[in-house]
């Protein structure tokens, strides 16, 4: 199975500290989407971003930014002066083709103040 | 617009029960997804429908599980019998496309404790 790997199991940061999530994708398909998820306490999984394979422009969203490298099969989550409410599990996913959306295991993000 | 309705929020069964969950997807959707998802692990995929067919059924316990999708409307997965490994959060999602061509919207869940 093409996997989806995201190393950093469980990240505290102090408010307002810089924090990035990491995430390395397995595919053999050209043509692929990326994605991330954010799951809060009240566990529903909310919609962040979707790449395609052929954009890999970064791109930036208030706080946060995703840094997309094909090159080292990288899709990585930046959350830049961090807020408590930041606080949550965050997951990345691929798709591609018309197969289901493959996750990682997610990385719980804990913000203190 | 009207987000993924999943029913119900909460279960709890003994094992060896039966239990079902609903699920309406966003109007228009195509694509309806099933994930498990088990305390500190990311979802799983348990099936796929594109309308009313089955695209993916592979990680689907069918000796135990069904799911069906009447209509290519809404959706229900049934559990029977229950296991203790049973004990996970349902997710419900929906996409106007597959294989994510376009993003997938999730309900809230349901959250299943086998006793």
């Known amino acids: 199975a093409q996997k989806v790997t995201q190393a950093q199991t469980e990240i505290s940061v102090v408010e307002k500290e810089d924090v990035t999530l990491d995430c390395v994708y397995e595919?053999?398909?050209?043509?692929?989407?990326l994605f991330w998820y954010k799951q809060p306490p009240s566990g529903e999984l909310v919609f962040l971003i979707r790449?395609?394979?052929?954009?890999?422009q970064n791109e930036i969203s208030g706080r946060y930014s995703w840094n997309f490298q094909k090159s080292t099969s990288s899709f990585n989550f930046t959350i830049t002066a961090s807020q408590v409410v930041d606080s949550a599990v965050y997951f990345c996913?691929?798709?591609?083709?018309?197969?289901?959306?493959?996750f990682g295991k997610g990385t719980r993000l804990s913000v203190i103040a | 617009e009207a987000g993924v309705a999943q029913s119900p929020r909460y279960k709890i069964i003994e094992k060896r029960q039966s239990v079902a969950f609903w699920c309406n997807p966003i109007?228009?959707?195509?694509?309806l997804y099933w994930y498990q998802q088990i305390l500190g692990q990311g979802p799983k995929l348990l099936i796929q429908?594109?309308?009313?067919?089955?695209?993916?059924d592979s990680q689907l316990p069918k000796d135990r599980f069904s799911a069906e999708r009447l209509k290519g409307v809404d959706s229900t997965l049934k559990i029977q019998p229950a296991k203790l490994e049973d004990s996970a959060v349902y997710l419900c999602?929906?996409?106007?496309?597959?294989?994510?061509?376009?993003?997938?919207?999730f309900g809230q869940g349901t959250r299943l404790t086998v006793v």
């Open positions: 999602a929906s996409s106007s496309k597959g294989g994510g061509r376009t993003e997938a919207f």
């Open positions: 595919t053999r398909d050209t043509t692929y989407y």
């Open positions: 790449r395609n394979s052929f954009d890999e």
């Open positions: 996913a691929r798709g591609a083709g018309n197969t289901p959306l493959v």
């Open positions: 109007s228009g959707h195509a694509t």
């Open positions: 429908f594109q309308n009313n067919g089955v695209v993916d």
